[in-house]
């Protein structure tokens, strides 16, 4: 059976009766049917029409070697022939996360060395909260729980994520999160900063929220603080550059763990392999997932520090906690064969001194000028625009996030795969971008503006 037997009005309606979405409201789905996307290849997404769409978001921040790797491919095949499961439980283990795990370690900030496998941004991030409070249990410090986040982080779905995240309409579906986390303020300077407030200056008061929660707190109550390098989700919220070392800073002087959320930034977005290394931060723990493998299977790893590692294999007894898809053999050799091609074709370096900064710099010149465009802002290949209603005075058009969908709906017809987040247009493309590439974009990013500026006059 294949999906080619079936019209995209057939696949639009058995979608419709049988098939729930992330983050949907089915009611408005099922009024106009899903997109369907049958086919991709290098930086090009097609859909059942057979438009040919360039992927401004790498998938959902992952397909960092492009699509249609045909090498990806065969080492799956070749492994599901081998050995396609066995689980890392009962003092087993398998070959491919063994040798994963050590090529990590080889990339991981010096400082850390263990790894931890699941499935998901989410389930990593699951698993470091359970890491950082059994640290402290294991410490002695049981009442040293509490953890620190931000509000609109967006740390994943399943329970722990949702909590640890600061997305109150997640939160207020949830129906109460795990306890004792609290959310500070992020520090996105464009609509926090005061007027007239430096970049640097909105750095350290932003970083200070932490400190100011760790002391209402008492730091012995204190675990962990987590926090995304930059806030994907919540619009690619990029930090002033002070504002990390900062936070280091507070984490050592109350002695408490700095865990990064890299799900969208591990393996070279930023222009480095983690964007630890770009914030110039050594955190305790990094949770990564989603360019791992590309997206071409699920794998997710949390990266341990070594003395977060050090107490649990030293005090001894048994963490309850793992997945049965912990270090699956197969998606640890795709990840093991993604990581080579990421490192083989120069990857890091390209998005590092060549299409990261021409990037920025195209978003700055070709898309900052325009009426609708209050501010451009990009780190590696991340960027973000914000929509305004006036240049100046940076106010939005209402109802709050319904320009910014007129923006993307018309890049897609454009043939621009973009996403909104509220006001904000993020853009996070596959690293084998060129410089064409971008250029590429930026001429259908202009031209979605101009169309929606059209439709927005009067509004
Ligand atoms: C920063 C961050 N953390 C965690 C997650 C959750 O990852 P997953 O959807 O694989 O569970 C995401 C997903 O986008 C993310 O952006």
């Given at each position: 059976?294949?999906?080619?037997?079936?019209?995209?009005?057939?696949?639009?309606?058995?979608?419709?009766?049988?098939?729930?979405?992330?983050?949907?409201?089915?009611?408005?789905?099922?009024?106009?049917?899903?997109?369907?996307?049958?086919?991709?290849?290098?930086?090009?997404?097609?859909?059942?029409?057979?438009?040919?769409?360039?992927?401004?978001?790498?998938?959902?921040?992952?397909?960092?070697?492009?699509?249609?790797?045909?090498?990806?491919?065969?080492?799956?095949?070749?492994?599901?022939?081998?050995?396609?499961?066995?689980?890392?439980?009962?003092?087993?283990?398998?070959?491919?996360?063994?040798?994963?795990?050590?090529?990590?370690?080889?990339?991981?900030?010096?400082?850390?060395?263990?790894?931890?496998?699941?499935?998901?941004?989410?389930?990593?991030?699951?698993?470091?909260?359970?890491?950082?409070?059994?640290?402290?249990?294991?410490?002695?410090?049981?009442?040293?729980?509490?953890?620190?986040?931000?509000?609109?982080?967006?740390?994943?779905?399943?329970?722990?994520?949702?909590?640890?995240?600061?997305?109150?309409?997640?939160?207020?579906?949830?129906?109460?999160?795990?306890?004792?986390?609290?959310?500070?303020?992020?520090?996105?300077?464009?609509?926090?900063?005061?007027?007239?407030?430096?970049?640097?200056?909105?750095?350290?008061?932003?970083?200070?929220?932490?400190?100011?929660?760790?002391?209402?707190?008492?730091?012995?109550?204190?675990?962990?603080?987590?926090?995304?390098?930059?806030?994907?989700?919540?619009?690619?919220?990029?930090?002033?550059?002070?504002?990390?070392?900062?936070?280091?800073?507070?984490?050592?002087?109350?002695?408490?763990?700095?865990?990064?959320?890299?799900?969208?930034?591990?393996?070279?977005?930023?222009?480095?392999?983690?964007?630890?290394?770009?914030?110039?931060?050594?955190?305790?723990?990094?949770?990564?997932?989603?360019?791992?493998?590309?997206?071409?299977?699920?794998?997710?790893?949390?990266?341990?520090?070594?003395?977060?590692?050090?107490?649990?294999?030293?005090?001894?007894?048994?963490?309850?906690?793992?997945?049965?898809?912990?270090?699956?053999?197969?998606?640890?050799?795709?990840?093991?064969?993604?990581?080579?091609?990421?490192?083989?074709?120069?990857?890091?370096?390209?998005?590092?001194?060549?299409?990261?900064?021409?990037?920025?710099?195209?978003?700055?010149?070709?898309?900052?000028?325009?009426?609708?465009?209050?501010?451009?802002?990009?780190?590696?290949?991340?960027?973000a625009i914000e929509i305004v209603r006036d240049k100046t005075t940076r106010e939005r058009y209402l109802p709050a996030g319904s320009a910014?969908?007129?923006?993307?709906?018309?890049?897609?017809?454009?043939?621009?795969?973009?996403?909104?987040?509220?006001?904000?247009?993020?853009?996070?493309?596959?690293?084998?971008?060129?410089?064409?590439?971008?250029?590429?974009?930026?001429?259908?990013?202009?031209?979605?503006?101009?169309?929606?500026?059209?439709?927005?006059?009067?509004k």
């Amino acid at each position: 059976m294949t999906y080619q037997n079936y019209s995209l009005s057939q696949l639009q309606a058995i979608d419709a009766a049988h098939h729930l979405h992330p983050f949907t409201d089915h009611r408005e789905l099922r009024g106009v049917g899903a997109r369907m996307i049958v086919r991709a290849d290098g930086a090009f997404i097609y859909d059942s029409d057979g438009n040919e769409i360039l992927d401004g978001m790498a998938g959902l921040w992952c397909v960092a070697v492009g699509y249609g790797r045909e090498e990806l491919a065969k080492v799956a095949y070749d492994q599901m022939l081998e050995l396609p499961y066995y689980n890392s439980f009962f003092k087993c283990s398998t070959p491919t996360p063994v040798l994963l795990a050590q090529k990590l370690a080889e990339i991981a900030p010096k400082s850390i060395n263990q790894v931890f496998f699941g499935s998901s941004g989410s389930e990593s991030n699951d698993t470091a909260l359970r890491l950082v409070r059994h640290y402290w249990t294991l410490e002695g410090k049981p009442q040293k729980n509490r953890i620190i986040s931000r509000h609109n982080a967006y740390h994943g779905s399943t329970v722990a994520g949702v909590s640890l995240g600061g997305m109150e309409h997640m939160h207020g579906q949830l129906g109460g999160p795990v306890p004792n986390i609290v959310h500070v303020m992020p520090p996105y300077a464009f609509e926090l900063a005061e007027p007239g407030e430096s970049d640097d200056a909105f750095g350290l008061r932003a970083a200070r929220s932490i400190e100011d929660a760790i002391i209402e707190a008492g730091p012995d109550n204190v675990a962990a603080f987590i926090g995304e390098p930059v806030m994907g989700a919540g619009g690619v919220k990029i930090a002033p550059g002070n504002y990390w070392p900062e936070v280091q800073r507070i984490c050592r002087k109350y002695d408490v763990l700095l865990m990064l959320d890299e799900v969208i930034t591990g393996y070279g977005r930023t222009g480095n392999w983690f964007a630890a290394e770009t914030c110039g931060v050594e955190p305790d723990m990094i949770t990564t997932a989603k360019a791992l493998t590309s997206g071409y299977l699920p794998l997710s790893a949390l990266l341990v520090g070594d003395r977060v590692a050090s107490t649990l294999v030293e005090k001894g007894g048994e963490f309850h906690h793992g997945y049965t898809y912990s270090g699956h053999p197969v998606a640890c050799a795709v990840g093991l064969r993604n990581l080579e091609i990421i490192e083989r074709e120069g990857l890091v370096e390209r998005v590092r001194n060549d299409t990261g900064p021409y990037f920025e710099q195209q978003l700055a010149e070709r898309i900052s000028g325009h009426p609708l465009v209050g501010e451009t802002r990009a780190l590696g290949l991340m960027g973000a625009i914000e929509i305004v209603r006036d240049k100046t005075t940076r106010e939005r058009y209402l109802p709050a996030g319904s320009a910014a969908v007129v923006v993307r709906d018309h890049a897609i017809a454009n043939g621009l795969m973009m996403r909104a987040t509220g006001d904000t247009m993020i853009l996070s493309p596959p690293l084998i971008w060129t410089r064409d590439t971008i250029d590429l974009a930026c001429g259908k990013i202009v031209k979605a503006l101009d169309l929606a500026l059209a439709d927005l006059r009067g509004k």
